[in-house]
């Protein structure tokens, strides 16, 4: 009965900023990785960025020193700050967690999807 739910997409001009948050709710008992990834029309979903539980960070290319993810993990929440977004950063956004249920094995767990758009 865990599930992710995402937030704070939305249409947004080159050069401005918007931030996802996704909040992981259910009997959790813990949560290893959490991670965000994205998918464009007609193209393979890819990684964004995925904070290793311990501390790690990792970014696509394409996106490090522009966005920032971040985790509450009081809250079982994971954000990803975007900045200067551009019109290619336009996709469905996919928060993923590694996550181990109160009872039962960690597994992959994915939210719906929530679209971000950057126009030109």
């Known amino acids: 009965q865990v599930q992710l739910q995402e937030s704070g997409g939305g249409l947004v001009q080159a050069g401005g900023s918007l931030r996802l948050s996704c909040a992981a709710s259910?009997?959790?008992?813990?949560?290893?990785?959490m991670g965000w990834y994205r998918q464009a029309p007609g193209k393979q979903r890819e990684l964004v960025a995925l904070?290793?539980?311990?501390?790690?960070?990792n970014y696509a290319d394409a996106v490090k020193g522009r966005f920032t993810i971040s985790r509450d993990s009081a809250k079982n929440t994971v954000h990803l700050q975007m900045n200067s977004l551009k019109p290619e950063d336009t996709a469905v956004y996919y928060c993923k967690m590694d996550l181990m249920p109160s009872l039962g094995p960690h597994d992959d767990y994915w939210g719906q999807g929530i679209q971000v758009t950057v126009s030109s």
């Open positions: 904070s290793i539980d311990g501390g790690r960070i």
């Open positions: 259910g009997s959790i008992f813990r949560i290893n990785d």
